[in-house]
């Protein structure tokens, strides 16, 4: 990401590999995506299960577009979502999976202290249609980075979101108090 760019082709793809002396050898691959111009892309995020890459286009939406760079589809825009309703800033983007290529993608709304999370899988035959699950209301501050996982952890035992606050502070939330009684969970007596 960067704070300007082209419209079109604003990412790279790279390919590391072993330059056979030790080190890493680092090739372009591709270039691809849309941005709006209006600010910067900051947030990415890439779903290595289901094949797609999310990024964040603040104060625009979020695009998504097939991670592997030899998909038919590899050139072009799958979705874009959650163009309506934020305050600012679509920043932090992160994925909870739930397994068998459900789950749920979570986006900073910046300026409103608040996440809004999305179904990972689209919806049923329309895999490209992420449809707004909930909203939930974050005591971080303009938080632009977070990071989930839906494995039990000691303390967490249907997973961990951590959102980043202002001066370098970061805020850890049991999976349980984002899904509330709406959604599902992974872990121990699993489910809504």
């Keep these: 990401g960067g704070k300007g760019g082209p419209t079109e082709g604003y990412l790279g793809q790279y390919l590391l590999s072993d330059d056979g002396r030790g080190g890493v050898r680092m090739s372009l691959v591709r270039q691809f995506g849309r941005y709006s111009g209006r600010k910067e892309i900051e947030a ?3 779903d290595s299960e289901l094949g797609y890459v999310y990024y964040s286009d603040e104060t625009f939406g979020v695009h998504k577009y097939a991670a592997d760079p030899e998909a038919p589809d590899a050139g072009r ?3 874009l979502f959650g163009t309506a309703g934020y305050a600012g800033d679509h920043e932090g983007i992160s994925i909870y999976d739930l397994g068998g290529g459900r789950g749920y993608i ?22 490209h249609e992420h449809t707004l699950l909930k909203t939930v209301p974050v005591s971080a501050i303009e938080s ?8 039990p952890l ?11 606050s202002n001066g370098r502070v970061f ?15 992974t872990g121990p007596a699993a489910g809504r």
């Design 44 to 46: 990415i995020a890439v």
């Design 77 to 79: 825009e799958l979705a």
């Design 106 to 127: 979570l986006v900073s709304d910046q300026q409103a202290n608040r996440f809004r999370i999305y179904r990972r899988e689209g919806e049923p035959g329309r895999p």
């Design 144 to 151: 632009d980075g977070s990071e989930v996982t839906s494995t």
């Design 154 to 164: 000691p303390g967490f035992p249907h997973g961990l979101f951590v959102a980043m």
């Design 171 to 185: 805020h850890y939330y049991a999976w349980e108090q984002f899904a509330g009684k709406e959604l599902a969970r």
